[in-house]
């Protein structure tokens, strides 16, 4: 199928885009975002929706970020879309807030891109991941030791408001599309560098999964997902079923049932990250011992405590 006509069919059959509404895609001047640009150009017309481009230049490359910046605002123009762009200093930001350089860089985009599409009433964000980036995370995340709700991944749409068309679009059908239009995309040399876990899984670890066990490890993976989507869904609907913060009540649920309400009583209260299965079970003993008084850290400064036969969630 022409992938044009692959993604319109991805785009209206998982209801991503609203008729009449604006579209923000990120715009990194790569393959999958420069494909994806093109082909929702073209269907802003018969979809019935506008589209604006925005882009981050990271100032991690120099000159070679500069270069990308003036590639995408071009590309732009010769589409007629919208092209807004900022420059920032990762590297300096990630040095203040103790991050590394790729997490840094990720947080920066979303928060601007979320900024953005807020400032012109855009609903809907566009990001290229694409189904080697979908296999590239369950295998990171099977890696770190991830539950089922890990297993999922990365979903065609998200409650706010962030779609990812590409996702059922392997990168060589993407690299084959720039190609066929001459959209010559750019290049991140950074993607070639085995310093990011990410690039040694798609550059080492995939590559040699594919040769020596599985010629179709994407396809397996993706399925794993899809497949520990419904498994997650399940869960999901008898944790609510189930919801309380008793610990009298919560010390008679089995492993898993029990860490999807603790995981849904740490979301309620904010937390969006997964939480690793150590402090799930550190929390676990302390209910069936009922030790009131008991406080199990979690990351990024969230606690449970028992008291009062309740599990009670903090954060800061």
């Known amino acids: ?52 481009a925005f882009h981050v230049n990271h100032g991690i490359r120099g000159a070679e970020a500069d270069a990308d910046e003036k590639y995408a605002k071009k590309l732009c123009e010769s589409l007629n879309v919208p092209f807004t762009s900022i420059k920032v200093d990762i590297p300096k930001m990630a040095f203040k807030q103790n991050k590394t350089e790729e997490e840094m860089g990720r947080i920066v985009r979303h928060t601007e891109l979320r900024n953005f599409a807020d400032e012109i009433g855009a609903e809907t964000i566009a990001l290229a991941h694409n189904k080697n980036d979908q296999a590239e995370t369950v295998l990171m995340r099977i890696l770190r030791g991830t539950g089922v709700h890990g297993l999922c991944g990365m979903d065609f749409k998200r409650p706010d408001g962030i779609i990812r068309p590409l996702l059922g679009t392997s990168r060589a059908e993407i690299e084959e599309y720039c190609k ?98 150590v402090h799930i079970n550190a929390l676990r003993k302390a209910v069936l011992k009922n030790v009131g008084g008991k406080v199990i850290e979690f990351p990024n400064k969230y606690r449970a405590e028992i008291s009062g036969g309740k599990v009670k969630i903090y954060h800061g």
């Open 1 to 52: 199928m022409d992938l044009k006509l692959q993604i319109r069919k991805t785009i209206v059959e998982h209801e991503l885009i609203k008729e009449g509404s604006n579209v923000v895609i990120g715009l990194s001047g790569g393959p999958d975002s420069v494909c994806l640009l093109s082909i929702l150009s073209e269907l802003q017309r018969p979809l019935h929706f506008k589209l604006f």
């Open 180 to 277: 066929e239009k001459a959209l010559k995309p750019r290049i991140d040399k950074t993607n070639s560098e085995l310093d990011y876990t990410r690039n040694k899984i798609r550059l080492e670890l995939l590559p040699m999964l594919e040769d020596e066990f599985n010629p179709a490890i994407l396809d397996a993976l993706v399925r794993l997902s899809e497949s520990a989507k419904d498994d997650d869904s399940a869960l999901n609907l008898l944790a609510d079923e189930y919801m309380t913060n008793s610990v009298k009540q919560l010390a008679k649920m089995d492993d898993a049932l029990f860490a999807r309400v603790i995981y849904k009583l740490f979301k309620d209260e904010g937390l969006t990250e997964d939480i690793s299965s």
